[in-house]
């Protein structure tokens, strides 16, 4: 009886594992995905204002700020 239920854990331990290793390809999907979208989306704004490539992050952030509001 007690190989058996060994055996069980074994198989449950397995299953955890399978599943745990289902869901970390699930994420690295969904991070390469987000990525492929930011880079893309970065390439179109750089594409419409130049200028933004020499832009640091915040001035980036007040540019799309002040330039957004007028629309919304």
Known sequence: ????SEETKKKLLQA?????AVQ???RKKER???TRRL?????E???IVPEVKDMTTDELRQFL???LQKHF
């Open 39 to 43: 880079i893309l989306e970065g390439a």
């Open 1 to 4: 009886m007690q190989d058996s």
């Open 65 to 67: 700020l002040l330039h």
């Open 45 to 47: 704004l750089e594409k």
């Open 32 to 34: 390469s995905a987000r």
């Open 16 to 20: 955890k594992h399978r599943m745990e």
């Open 24 to 26: 970390a390809r699930d």
